[in-house]
């Protein structure tokens, strides 16, 4: 606009009249608007061109990564997918779209909604969509993990991430008879979601819920975990974890890492002793081991017994510590002492149960940070919710925050001290806390929070 206008004062100064004066305006507002529209298109067309370069690239290190090894239908389909990608028809098709004003994704995608029953044009439409959104330089995964695939998933992209040591892919909708093929050959095990199980209300009693990339929520409960798992071989083992909702169960893959070693639940509306019992033991079953740490904050007496029973009888399964959100040492001896009560009680009964489950606090307030010297020194265990420690810090200050406070948590710990859990930042605490812990010989483990909503 300032163009514009700086202009118009040129023309004006030398005496050129008002009309005249507009109309020229109007004939250099038409040239820059026309550069503008024609630089727009050719950043447009060179970003097309840069993924159709790429996705050739990709289908053909497909082919020989496969070598003779590749399906009869998968070399057919290759052969399609490259004929089609350099076929004048097709770019000329994307061309005129992009100078009708269509950007190059909205281009490929209404292509692939046009031309849906022609399998090589879909192959090709989602191999393009996924190199523009940085699918061939952001992937997120590496070896062992296990892919999630939300849409449509080319067979060179398999081939892709099977490379880059993907071990299994869960996927939504049906899958060609070339991508199950492709994924027998490469050896990567598969489950496939019906891909109307994604629109169910998530408040439904079978919800699945898809709130952020790497993270699944699947109905019916632990079962579906349990036949996937049994799919991988040893060495594609990956991390199980669970996530609930009321009185309703999900199970819950976490794809794209496998860095995470624990999980805590936090069961807040959720009241009766039996129905805690049956969620903690299916949570320790199905995490095979692994640590489930539980998060108490009951003032009412009466339900922090009933949290506390529930515990201890579902410890037996698996590997289950508490989390005590206190204000005090006072409160953390209240907990302690009525865990030891509940252990007596359980005893009296006959009941099985587990007697030495590590009982340790939560760190995720201010409060909590005001009395934590007090409380690190009679804690068996400490979990850091780091999200809240770095909440007012700018992202170039975080490491710095993390590294003093992970430092003075340290310092202020017993000897005592067998594990320190930390939730947020794992990125930035992982490697300055691991070394600590190393120098102390203190358990480290980052885990994934899920609440009960």
């Known amino acids: 606009m300032s163009t514009v206008v700086s202009k118009m004062q040129t023309v004006k100064g030398i ?3 008002k009309s005249a004066a507009m109309g020229k305006l109007r004939r250099i507002w ?16 060179a970003e097309f ?4 370069g790429i996705a050739i690239s990709r289908i053909e290190e497909s082919v020989e990564y496969l070598g003779e090894a590749i399906p009869p239908e998968a070399a057919e389909e290759f052969s399609l997918m490259l004929g089609l990608i350099r076929s004048r028809e097709f770019l000329c098709e994307i061309k005129d779209m992009i100078e009708g004003g269509i950007s190059v994704s909205d281009a490929v995608t209404h292509l692939r909604t046009e031309y849906k029953d022609d399998t090589a044009v879909a192959e090709v439409s989602a191999l393009i969509v996924g190199i523009l959104q940085g699918f061939a ?3 997120p995964y590496s070896e062992g993990d296990i892919a999630v695939i939300e849409g449509k998933v080319d067979i060179s992209s398999l081939v892709f991430l099977a490379r880059m040591g993907v071990s299994a892919f869960v996927c939504f909708g049906e899958l060609s008879r ?18 109307e199980e994604l629109y169910k209300c998530t408040e439904a009693e079978n919800a699945i ?13 632990i079962e579906i975990v349990s036949d996937f798992s049994s799919k991988l071989r040893e060495d594609q083992a990956s991390e199980i974890f669970a996530s609930f909702c009321n009185e309703g169960i999900y199970s819950t893959f976490e794809y794209g890492t496998r860095k995470f070693s624990g999980f805590i639940i936090d069961a807040k509306n959720i009241d009766d002793e039996e129905k805690l019992f049956i969620l903690y033991r299916r949570v320790a079953e199905a995490f095979g081991g692994k640590s489930v740490t539980v998060c108490l904050n009951e003032k009412n007496e009466a339900l922090l ?3 506390l029973r529930a515990v ?30 509940v252990c007596d009680e359980l005893r009296a009964e006959k009941r099985e149960f587990e007697d030495s489950i590590s009982l340790g606090v939560m760190i995720d307030n201010i409060a909590s940070f005001l009395v934590f010297d007090s409380l690190a020194r009679c804690a068996e265990r400490i979990t850091v919710d780091m999200r809240e420690i770095t909440a007012g810090a700018l992202e170039e200050d975080k490491r710095a925050v993390c590294e003093s406070f992970l430092r003075w948590v340290l310092k202020a710990a017993s000897p005592d001290v067998r594990c320190i859990s930390v939730l947020g930042e794992a990125c930035i605490t992982e490697n300055i806390l691991r070394g600590m812990c190393d120098e102390r010989d203190i358990w480290f483990e980052r885990i994934q929070l899920s609440d009960t909503q």
């Open 15 to 17: 005496g050129v009249g």
């Open 30 to 45: 038409r040239q820059e608007e026309l550069e503008r529209a024609y630089r727009t298109q050719s950043e447009e067309w």
């Open 49 to 52: 061109s840069r993924a159709v």
């Open 137 to 139: 330089e952001n992937t």
């Open 178 to 195: 070339v991508f199950v093929r492709l994924c027998d050959t490469l050896n990567v095990s598969v489950l496939v979601i019906p891909e």
């Open 209 to 221: 819920l898809y709130p952020d990339k790497g993270a699944l929520f699947v109905s019916p409960e």
């Open 305 to 307: 017994w009933e949290h």
């Open 312 to 341: 201890c009888r579902a410890a037996v399964y698996g590997e289950i510590s508490i989390a005590a959100r206190v204000r005090g040492v006072r409160e953390y001896e209240r907990i302690k002492s009525c865990l030891w009560g």
